[in-house]
């Protein structure tokens, strides 16, 4: 059965290219977030520690939401480490920096998530998907949140 929800399917799937790319990114720092609240050492273990896992999980469920979006719009997800390797902006980490480059790298990660999130609501924009555009304002919103809250300790 054909889908007819209003938007065109070169629009829908070119939603959902963008999609990916968000998916991807949100995935790839999932992942950092992880490791680092794994890893991390020094006199802000207990706070980070903390919330490194508060974030990990926060970004564990915007992936699943992300990637049943683009299923909603009849796409296939991505959901391997090498598709999201070459959709994703947010670099990896292979070793295990001291807590202050952690919250750097994440302050990092959320800024190229919330770009990447601003060319899906572009796209959304575009093809008249307001679904997928009010889904990605709020993950904008949380990213430039996380970032403000990460760089905050920082200063």
């Given at each position: 059965?054909?889908?007819?929800i209003g ?6 799937e070119?939603?959902?290219k963008?999609?990916s790319k ?58 391997s ?12 980490e292979?070793g ?35 679904g ?17 809250m ?6």
């Open positions: 059965m054909a889908m007819n938007i065109a399917k070169k629009d829908r070119a939603v959902a963008q999609l968000l998916l991807a990114d949100t995935y790839s720092l999932y992942l950092k977030t992880h490791s680092f609240h794994w890893n991390v050492t020094g006199p802000q273990f207990n706070s980070l520690h903390a919330m490194f896992e508060t974030q990990y999980n926060e970004l564990w469920l915007a992936a699943d939401e992300i990637a049943e979006r683009i299923r909603t719009l009849d796409v296939f997800a991505p959901g480490y090498s598709q999201f390797g070459k959709l994703s902006t947010v670099k990896e292979a295990v920096p001291d807590w202050k480059d952690m919250v750097s790298q994440l302050v990092e990660g959320h800024e190229i998530v919330a770009h990447t999130a601003r060319e899906t609501i572009k796209a959304a924009d575009k093809a008249g998907d307001e997928t555009a009010d889904m990605v304002t709020g993950r904008l919103k949380e990213h430039e949140k996380t970032a403000w990460l760089r905050s300790l920082l200063r």
